[in-house]
C-alpha cells in the first residue's frame, strides 16, 4: 500500500521560502508521477508542480513558474519529492498535499490515486 506523507508547512513572510517535503513509501515508485496541489477553502484544488520520477521533467502551474522547483530522490524502498518555495506571496497560503499516480503526469486531480493528508502553508503580508 503506498502512504504519501508531507512535511514541511508551516508560516513565513512574503518573500521567505519554504521547502515541502513528500515521503512516498510502500513499494518503490517506478514509472509514477509525483505531483504537489494546493487548496483554500472554498475553491477547487490547484496543480502546482508535478515530475515523473523515472525521467525527472518536471511541469508547473502558471502562478508558480519562476519561484518553485520540484525535485525527487529515489532509493531501493522509497521516492522523496521536494518543493523548494521562494519568493512566497499571500497567495500562496493553502494546504499542500502531495500525490502520486502511474504516468503519464496530469493536472486532472481526481486522476491520481494516492494523497497524503496535507500541510499548511500560511505567508503573511
Known amino acids: 500500500q503506498v502512504q504519501l506523507k508531507e512535511r514541511g508547512g508551516g508560516s513565513a513572510r512574503t518573500g521567505a521560502s519554504l521547502r515541502l517535503t513528500c515521503e512516498a513509501s510502500g513499494s518503490k515508485f517506478e514509472r509514477q508521477c509525483l505531483a504537489w496541489f494546493r487548496q483554500v477553502p472554498g475553491k477547487d484544488r490547484e496543480g502546482v508542480a508535478r515530475?515523473?520520477?523515472?525521467?525527472?521533467?518536471?511541469?508547473?502551474g502558471d502562478d508558480v513558474v519562476g519561484r518553485f522547483t520540484i525535485t525527487v530522490g529515489n532509493t531501493e524502498i522509497q521516492s522523496v519529492a521536494y518543493l523548494q518555495m521562494n519568493s512566497l506571496k499571500p497567495e500562496d497560503s493553502a494546504v499542500y498535499y502531495c500525490a502520486a499516480r502511474p504516468y503519464p503526469c496530469t493536472w486532472a486531480d481526481q486522476s491520481y490515486y494516492h494523497w497524503g493528508l496535507g500541510t499548511q502553508v500560511t505567508v503573511a503580508s
Open positions: 515530475i515523473e520520477v523515472d525521467r525527472l521533467n518536471a511541469e508547473y
